[in-house]
T-cell receptor, first 114, second 112 residues
Framework: NAGVTQTPKFRVLKTGQSMTLLCAQD?????MYWYRQDPGMGLRLIHY???????AKGEVPDGYNVSRLKKQNFLLGLESAAPSQTSVYFC?????????????FGPGTRLTVL | GENVEQHPSTLSVQEGDSAVIKCTYS??????FPWYKQELGKGPQLIID?????GEKKDQRIAVTLNKTAKHFSLHITETQPEDSAVYFC???????????FGRGTSLIVHP
């Protein structure tokens, strides 16, 4: 099993450009999450999904959109990138409520917005 | 929502010493208490967890203790080694919630 994978690993954007980050998991997990990690701020939840076709806002959703068309994939979109979105982005997945609550993380995507 | 605090934010020890990191939470309904380790350039990974019906759990050199009355749990690492150097996060969670709340992390540095 590959676990949780993220594409791309690195990306540099100019202000105003758009991009999509892809997260894939092969563990048949119900729940998936997108976090951003900034120095001294820990992990902050952007959006999450509790099943195929569902999404919900987290702590810092502004400027981001997500989609979960397939159970194994969770996409994070930036429609018009801003320098404040420079960060490391992590995707995570878990089995779901009532089961093991462990979160499994991907390796991260380092995004720089100039 | 859950308010989570981790202390200390940075911990520097000599190889072979013990290290203790404390996590304080506010939601008395929290019932799952994990610790994650994040090595440089990687995603966080679960190293140990405990549920609310257990007071302590050990796995070789690491242990987690829980005090539900005082609403805090701690990570204990004995005989620290340089490879223990990493950032450690606590992430308590309520059973009926979809979302854990992560602490801000503790940077552990083990000097050879």
């Amino acid at each position: 099993n590959a676990g949780v994978t993220q594409t791309p690993k690195f990306r540099v954007l100019k202000t105003g450009q758009s991009m999509t980050l892809l997260c894939a998991q092969d563990m048949n997990h119900e729940y998936m999450y997108w976090y951003r990690q900034d120095p001294g701020m820990g992990l902050r939840l952007i959006h999450y999904s509790v099943g195929e076709g569902t999404t919900a806002k987290g702590e810092v959703p502004d400027g981001y959109n997500v989609s979960r068309l397939k159970k194994q994939n969770f996409l994070l979109g930036l429609e018009s990138a801003a320098p404040s979105q420079t960060s490391v982005y992590f995707c995570a997945s878990s089995y779901g409520v009532g089961s093991t609550d462990t979160q499994y993380f991907g390796p991260g995507t380092r995004l720089t917005v100039l | 929502g859950e308010n989570v605090e981790q202390h200390p934010s940075t911990l520097s020890v000599q190889e072979g010493d013990s290290a203790v990191i404390k996590c304080t939470y506010s939601d008395s309904a929290s019932n799952y208490f994990p610790w994650y380790k994040q090595e440089l350039g990687k995603g966080p990974q679960l190293i140990i967890d405990i549920r609310s019906n257990v007071g302590e759990k050990k796995d070789q050199r690491i242990a987690v203790t829980l005090n539900k009355t005082a609403k805090h749990f701690s990570l204990h690492i004995t005989e620290t080694q340089p490879e223990d150097s990493a950032v450690y996060f606590c992430a308590p969670k309520q059973g009926g919630s979809y979302i854990p709340t992560f602490g801000r992390g503790t940077s552990l540095i083990v000097h050879p």
